[in-house]
């Protein structure tokens, strides 16, 4: 998902497929004695280095260079925590409660990531001994809202899971939608589309990378040919509600590397942990706001409210950056390094020509697409009876997905921790098709208002949930909504999008960048970064910092270790089948799978 937002945006797609943090050692850092720690030190003894971005790359990189001795600046525009914080509902607070929390986008932390994670346990968390990921938390079960029939209800099983408490009708329904699903796709196309994953899992990186690559999904797994609700399911359910892009345009490389690797979740190989994680609390309260005070103590110096306006080019490297202060007057900054570590949207409008120039890779950037994938939050004065996870309502118009959070926050008391007292839960709903009509108006989510926009969103949801004999939702206990304010001018002929999410068509593989770049000392983070998990996520943002951290260590010659990049799962067992496809592919012949 995400989807950095997008994390979020790929919580479906894995159920369809089915020490101590205080410490300041570091995975990919050996265990590290005094006199290493003094080496690290003194070799970045003196080094600068401006951090451009606050976002969860920027702060990966500051984590990882504090860590390693360098002098840390970061500088932000908005918020620590980019598109990754949760923030107040302003005037929302009564009687000595704190704001009603809200958000970008849900969060969410699947087990197929590695990086992240690894960062999360060397951040300290009161009583935790692994740190801020020890406020994760695995929800027992997701599922697909079809609107006009019963929900697919899925269970998600992992160590220690705990099921949950099923009513008879609840089995009955579960049992309805089950039965509905399998006879709704008929047999054939399911042996088809399972024959496309083999394909997939068993084609070697050339072709992954050369045909997939130029391949949408949707031709892929010929869903222009299947049935209704094969297109649904796993055309746009695992596209648009997931990836944020069409399934018509998206690579299939992207999306089928996901679900491979959700797959082997699912099985429980190479997994960090449950196929679905959430934070056990608002998001900057588990997890940004400890994080930036571990960064504090170890020295990182934070700017909020500087934008960077252009990154200055001279004599073959970065001179200086241009920043506008809080204040609005415009400063130059100089230092030994510079980290990039904003969204491509806003980190390529401060690539001047020259710098351009040095470097045809940042040109290629402007290729990158992005499309809107924004939040808006339901405050309830009763709980609904929703499942205890996420559901996606593959059938709304405007591809929703949600998660009624208080359930998930054992350790708060929404009404008396939250609010005025008299809203007792949040259902946080993501929107990711901005571009076509809705049920109530007709019109796109763009040409709505933002009081259009709620209003829709929540018919849309009654929809896909008050449709089968039960009252889920109701209008009597809606207390309030909340929409992202990045999110402006909508019902205007130029809505805007501060906080856009980056998308796959095919080709965009062939335009991301390296972490590296050919100007000596400047260096690329964020979710847009070529690395192993080719999707905008929290953990492509994470991997990429530390991509970019090894490549300042290297330049400079440190001696401190590197940081660990560790890529996705890959089965030994399907390793070896890949390399018979490398030899079928070199002779230009099919998967030995494929069958057309």
């Known amino acids: 998902m995400d989807r950095t937002g997008s994390s979020r945006r790929t919580f479906m797609a894995g159920a369809a497929a089915v020490g101590g943090a205080a410490a ?42 504090a860590e390693r001795g360098f002098q840390v600046t970061v500088y932000e525009r908005r918020a620590l925590g980019g598109k990754a914080r949760s923030m107040d509902v302003p005037d929302s607070a009564k009687g000595g409660r704190r704001p009603l929390p809200a958000e970008h986008g849900f969060r969410f932390i699947p087990g197929i990531y590695h990086n992240l994670p690894d960062t999360m346990r060397r951040i300290p968390f009161p009583g935790n001994a692994n740190g801020v990921w020890d406020n994760l938390v695995a929800p027992p079960e997701m599922s697909f809202a ?12 992992w160590p220690g899971h705990q099921g949950a408490d099923l009513t008879l009708d609840d089995v009955r329904r579960a049992l309805t939608a089950l039965l509905d699903t399998a006879l709704g796709i008929p047999v054939h196309e399911t042996a088809y589309f399972v024959n496309r994953g083999l394909v997939f899992l068993t084609s070697c990186d050339e072709r992954r990378d050369g045909a997939w690559e130029r391949t949408p999904w949707w031709d892929f797994i010929r869903a222009g040919r299947m049935s209704y609700d094969y297109q649904r399911v796993l055309a746009v359910g695992l596209t648009r509600n997931i990836v944020a892009t069409k399934a018509e345009e998206a690579s299939t490389r992207t999306v089928a590397t996901l679900l491979e690797a959700f797959v082997f979740n699912a ?42 306006r252009e990154v200055k080019y001279g004599a073959g490297k970065v001179a200086a950056v241009v920043i506008e202060d809080p204040q609005g007057s ?77 359930g998930h926050w054992p350790s708060r008391d929404f009404p008396a921790d939250y609010g005025d007292g008299v809203a007792v839960d949040c259902l946080s709903v993501d929107v990711s098709e901005w571009d076509r009509p809705g049920i109530l108006y007709g019109k796109t989510a763009k040409q709505c208002t933002r009081a259009e926009v709620a209003r829709e969103v929540w018919a849309q949801l009654k929809a896909a949930l008050n449709d089968t004999g039960r009252t889920v939702l109701k209008d009597g206990a809606l207390h309030s909504w909340f929409l992202d304010p990045g999110v402006d001018g909508l019902g205007t002929p130029h809505p805007t999008n501060e906080d856009q999410l980056l998308v796959h068509p095919v080709g ?50 440190s001696p401190a270790a590197r940081c660990s990049v560790k890529p996705l799962f890959r089965a030994p067992e399907i390793e070896l089948l890949k390399r018979g496809d490398r030899v079928r592919h070199r002779l230009g012949l099919r998967n030995a799978f494929d069958l057309g």
């Not at 400890?290 to 960064?295: A, K, Q, S």
């Open 24 to 65: 300041l050692t570091t995975t990919g850092m050996t265990a590290a004695s005094a006199a290493e720690g003094a080496e690290r030190s003194g070799a970045a003894a003196g080094q600068s280095v401006a951090v451009l971005g606050g976002g969860v790359a920027g702060l990966t990189a500051a984590h990882e260079l």
């Open 146 to 157: 079809r609107t006009g029939r019963e929900d697919l209800r899925i269970p998600l099983p």
């Open 267 to 308: 099985l429980g190989r190479g997994a960090d942990g449950p196929l679905d994680r959430i934070l056990n609390a608002p998001t900057n309260e588990a997890w940004i706001d400890p994080w930036v005070g571990h960064l504090t103590g170890l020295g990182v110096d934070f700017r909020v409210g500087w934008t960077v």
């Open 330 to 406: 415009p400063r130059t900054v100089s230092a030994d390094h510079y980290v990039s570590a904003m969204p491509v949207e806003h980190a390529r409008r401060t690539w001047g020509a020259e710098l351009r120039a040095a470097d045809p890779q940042l040109a290629r950037c402007d290729k990158l697409e992005t499309d809107w994938m924004t939040g808006i939050q339901f405050y309830l004065t009763e709980r609904a009876p929703l499942l205890h996870g996420h559901l996606n309502c593959i059938d709304s118009p405007w591809s929703l997905t949600a998660i009624q959070q208080a």
């Open 508 to 557: 965009t593989f062939h335009n991301r960048p390296q972490a590296a770049t050919r100007i000596p000392n400047f260096y690329l983070s964020g979710d847009y970064v070529r690395v192993d998990i080719d999707l905008a996520t929290m953990e492509g943002a994470n991997a990429s910092a530390r991509a970019a951290v090894n490549a300042l260590l290297d330049r400079v010659g």
